[in-house]
T-cell receptor, first 113, second 112 residues
Framework: QQQVKQSPQSLIVQKGGISIINCAYE??????FPWYQQFPGKGPALLIA?????SEKKEGRFTISFNKSAKQFSLHIMDSQPGDSATYFC????????????FGQGTRLTINP | ETGVTQSPTHLIKTRGQQVTLRCSSQ?????VSWYQQALGQGPQFIFQ???????GRGNFPPRFSGLQFPNYSSELNVNALELDDSALYLC???????????FGEGSRLTVL
């Protein structure tokens, strides 16, 4: 019940296209859903996050869509660029107690020029 | 504003040895968490420290221990190293209650 399932494992998108990564969770106590971007040899960097009181959040080319009833959320990267090539992780946590993030398995995104 | 810094960046140990990893939290952050990231996997929560006390722990054995100091910096200690302990160890800091974790670049541990 603590798992966050992420798909696909890898994704190849043409420059200018839309990249879509999906995540699903079981624990309805989760109330914070961030996405992290990780380049090789670096730590994860917080990209964008959403709480379940909204269905969508947009920051620049990055959008999170959240479906509370389906217990799913997704990251959309519009106008994908070669510099977006990285591994993306979704995560979830509960507000109460330790700020323990449960991460998905990651999606390796490649943007072809 | 300085970010989260970790040391050392890389180290190699042999099975059975002990290791200490260090982390300086981002300015203004009073909570530190440690994560283990195996190759090709997502980070796994080890534990979190707030006000120098452990206030949450993941599914890791007692040979994984930690400290937080009054300046909010932290150490992760691993005793009796095993081959499976080879991983990237990530430190993250946050301001209590915000939920926003900011990660350092990690310490890559190789156990031979």
């Amino acid at each position: 019940q603590q798992q966050v399932k992420q798909s696909p494992q890898s994704l190849i998108v043409q420059k200018g296209g839309i990249s879509i990564i999906n995540c699903a969770y079981e624990n309805t106590a989760f109330d914070y859903f961030p996405w992290y971007q990780q380049f090789p040899g670096k730590g994860p960097a917080l990209l964008i996050a959403i709480r379940p009181d909204v269905s969508e959040k947009k920051e620049g080319r990055f959008t999170i869509s959240f479906n509370k009833s389906a217990k799913q959320f997704s990251l959309h990267i519009m106008d994908s660029q070669p510099g977006d090539s990285a591994t993306y992780f979704c995560a979830a946590s509960m507000h109460q107690g330790a700020q323990k993030l449960v991460f998905g398995q990651g999606t390796r995104l490649t943007i072809n020029p | 504003e300085t970010g989260v810094t970790q040391s050392p960046t890389h180290l190699i140990k042999t099975r059975g040895q002990q290791v200490t990893l260090r982390c300086s939290s981002q300015s203004g952050h009073n909570t530190v968490s440690w994560y283990q990231q195996a190759l090709g996997q997502g980070p796994q929560f080890i534990f979190q420290y707030y006000r120098e006390e452990e206030n949450g722990r993941g599914n890791f054995p007692p040979r994984f221990s930690g400290l937080q100091f009054p300046n909010y910096s932290s150490e992760l200690n691993v005793n009796a190293l095993e081959l499976d302990d080879s991983a990237l160890y990530l430190c993250a800091s946050s301001a209590a209650g915000t939920g926003e974790l900011f990660f350092g670049e990690g310490s890559r541990l190789t156990v031979l």
